[in-house]
Nanobody, 115 residues
């Protein structure tokens, strides 16, 4: 499975950005897609995920501001980020999972929010 992420960039606080991720290769059986982020000096953390069906999971820090959704193409996922804060600055990684507990990562895309 290969994950290609796009989007990201530099935005002022309060602005919006949209990330997209497309899975290719052996995409059958992928049952979870989501986004993680890693800020300098911090551990990678879950931002949002789409599990089986349309179940969503969000980090408390982004609830009400970020929305994860499926894209139009198969095995694509988007992350709409609104009301961005400087503390959202991080490298964002697309993630996919398929049984039994196989995990795949995209290359990461930088999101920088200036105050």
């Amino acid at each position: 499975v290969q994950l290609q992420a796009s989007g990201g960039g530099l935005v002022q606080a309060g602005g919006s950005l949209r990330l997209s991720c497309v899975a290719s290769g052996s995409i059958f059986s992928i049952n979870v897609m989501g986004w993680y982020r890693q800020a300098p000096g911090k551990q990678r953390e879950l931002v949002a995920a789409l599990t089986g069906g349309s179940n969503t999971l969000y980090a408390d820090s982004v609830k009400g501001r970020f929305t994860i959704s499926r894209g139009n193409a198969e095995k694509t996922v988007n992350l709409q980020m609104n009301s961005l804060k400087p503390e959202d600055t991080a490298v964002y990684f697309c993630n996919a999972m398929k049984p039994p507990n196989r995990e795949f990562w995209g290359q990461g895309t930088q999101v920088t929010v200036s105050s």
